[in-house]
Structures are given as C-alpha cells and as structure tokens.
T-cell receptor, first 115, second 116 residues
Framework: AQTVTQSQPEMSVQEAETVTLSCTYDTSESNYYLFWYKQPPSRQMILVIRQEAYKQQNATENRFSVNFQKAAKSFSLKISDSQLGDTAMYFCAFMKDNAGNMLTFGGGTRLMVKP | KAGVTQTPRYLIKTRGQQVTLSCSPISGHRSVSWYQQTPGQGLQFLFEYFSETQRNKGNFPGRFSGRQFSNSRSEMNVSTLELGDSALYLC???????????????FGPGTRLTVL
C-alpha cells in the first residue's frame, strides 16, 4: 500500500513571495504519477501539476513547479510570486501506473497568502 | 469541453435512508472515480469504474456501491445511511493520451451529504 505524508498542516506566505510545500511518499512501485491538487474555499478540487516518475525533469506550470526526488521519495511544490487566489488547501497525491485511476492523498497543507 | 458535473450539490437525509449521487464525466473520459472527504479521515478513495466495470475498490463497507452506464455517467449509492456518512463526495473523471499516459483526474464540485 502507498502512503503520502504532508508534514506541514498550515503555512502562510506574504503576497508576491515564494513558498514551498512538502510531500513525501512511500511505495514499492517504480512507475507512478504524482500530483498536486488545490482546493480553495469553494471546495472545487483543481489539478495544479503532475509528474511522471520515469521523467527526471521536474514539472512546471507557470508559477508552480515541483522538486521531484525519486530516491528520497520526495515531491515538493514551489509557488512563486504568491497571489491571494493561491489561498487554499493543497493536497499531494500518488497514483500507480497501469493500475487505474486511484489516487492516494496526503492529509493536506492549508496555505494562507497574506496581503 | 464541459467539466465534471455532479448532482445534487447538497443533500440532507436521515439515518437509515438511502441516497443516490450522480456524476457526469468530461466528454471522452471513460474512467470515473469516487472519493469521500471528511475533516477526520481526509480524502478516501471509494471506487473506480471504467467502461461500465468496477476496476478498483477502496476499503468501504458494502453499503457503498456504484455503477457506470454506457455513456460513462456514474452513480453512487449509499444504503442505510449512518451519521458518519456525512461528507463531501467527490467524483473524478480521468482520461489518457493515445499512448496511455495519464493526464490526471479532474474533479467535480462535489455533493455535500448531511445525515441527521
């Protein structure tokens, strides 16, 4: 079974600054996907970024980027130039490859962006 | 493309009743998954349907069941409701590229179920 751990229950950052959210996972699989999801107060779960484990290059999506360390089983999310709209719960999630679309989520990190 | 839709958005039931939730995936997506979100347990996987067949199942009692229709729409049913079933139920639609790479799961707005 896979486990995903987010060790920071809450974080805050000033608008326009950079913040990094941590995620570690445990798996015996060699091929898998990792995701970061954002859930704002509206509760709509939004896919922020995805990473395929076989790719060494870190994924980036505009202001969002990840630091994927496969050997350390670490998958952190960096948000640059933080905006008020980034205030949300952020969930790290794991999915095995070739096993259907079953996500295992971490407990989440509540991020508050302050003006 | 239209996003994932879920109906109803809010539901209030009493213990012992049953409930059916509906999910329409993104056009072209054949996989639909269901998740339960509660403050205490977080996000937990219920089950996944792909081409009308249950492909994965989480660790929930048999009171939780689902099905998928030929147009990929899915329903989830909870029978004999308990207070602990109060939660946000999220449906996710998933697709893949022609080479089989997963794009990711895209979520609907959820159904907020309150059991009194």
């Amino acid at each position: 079974a896979q486990t995903v751990t987010q060790s920071q229950p809450e974080m805050s950052v000033q608008e326009a600054e950079t913040v990094t959210l941590s995620c570690t996972y445990d798996t015996s699989e060699s091929n898998y996907y990792l995701f970061w999801y954002k859930q704002p107060p509206s509760r709509q779960m939004i896919l922020v970024i995805r990473q395929e484990a076989y790719k060494q290059q870190n994924a980036t999506e505009n202001r969002f980027s990840v630091n994927f360390q496969k050997a350390a089983k670490s998958f952190s999310l960096k948000i640059s130039d933080s905006q008020l709209g980034d205030t949300a719960m952020y969930f790290c999630a794991f999915m095995k490859d070739n096993a259907g679309n079953m996500l295992t989520f971490g407990g989440g990190t509540r991020l508050m962006v302050k003006p | 493309k239209a996003g994932v839709t879920q109906t109803p958005r809010y539901l209030i039931k009493t213990r012992g009743q049953q409930v059916t939730l509906s999910c329409s995936p993104i056009s072209g997506h054949r996989s639909v998954s269901w998740y339960q979100q509660t403050p205490g347990q977080g996000l937990q996987f219920l089950f996944e349907y792909f081409s009308e067949t249950q492909r994965n199942k989480g660790n929930f009692p048999g009171r939780f069941s689902g099905r998928q229709f030929s147009n990929s729409r899915s329903e989830m049913n909870v029978s004999t409701l308990e207070l602990g079933d109060s939660a946000l139920y999220l449906c996710a639609s998933s697709g893949a590229s022609s080479s089989g790479r997963i794009w990711g799961s895209f979520f609907g707005p959820g159904t907020r179920l309150t059991v009194l």
